[in-house]
């Protein structure tokens, strides 16, 4: 049996703002610090409770993009979607998102770490439904759905789904 399966979807994505805290990802990488302070110091509760937080409630995403070849550096956001235009809180970040053809990469398997090689797996998964990355948008996402991640316990035996949005085009378009 496979560690994991990719299944793929692609659906309009409305605009969006999207608000978290942000860091800067080069040689050394302080996202999974980023994230752990997010989650365990308030920065989820806090993001929860801002007027225009989009639900569903309790699924936070990591927004990647703004990638600087000479640097080799991108940004990283850890947080939520907002309605557009919503007022953004001192010390935070935001991004507001076009609208875009997004595509899912729906990964599932027994381990929390699904966002391993995500990217490729759901560029394959998308080009055999015959779509491919459309890069001129800007970002891609790790999206952690609460109902089918945070809230499963990851004990080896539970099947947990993490999301990869990655903004996409039918071939040859």
Known sequence: MKKFEVSFE??????????????????????KQLWNDFLVNGGKEFIDSL???????GDYAGWMGEYNAQTKESTYIVGAFFEPGSLVPDRYSYR???????????????TQHLERGAHNKTVKAMQAEGY?????????????????????EDNGENDLEFHY?????????
């Open 132 to 152: 491919e990355p459309d890069y001129s948008v800007g970002f891609s996402m790790e999206y952690y759905p609460y109902e089918q991640y945070g809230a499963v």
């Open 96 to 110: 507001d998102t076009p609208a875009c053809l997004m595509g899912v990469g729906k990964i599932r398997g027994k």
């Open 51 to 57: 007027p225009g937080r989009r639900p569903p409630f």
């Open 165 to 173: 949005y990655l903004p996409c085009k039918k071939k040859g378009i």
């Open 10 to 31: 692609a659906f309009p994505f409305e605009p969006a703002r999207f608000i978290g805290k942000k860091c800067v990802v080069g040689k050394d990488s302080p996202v």
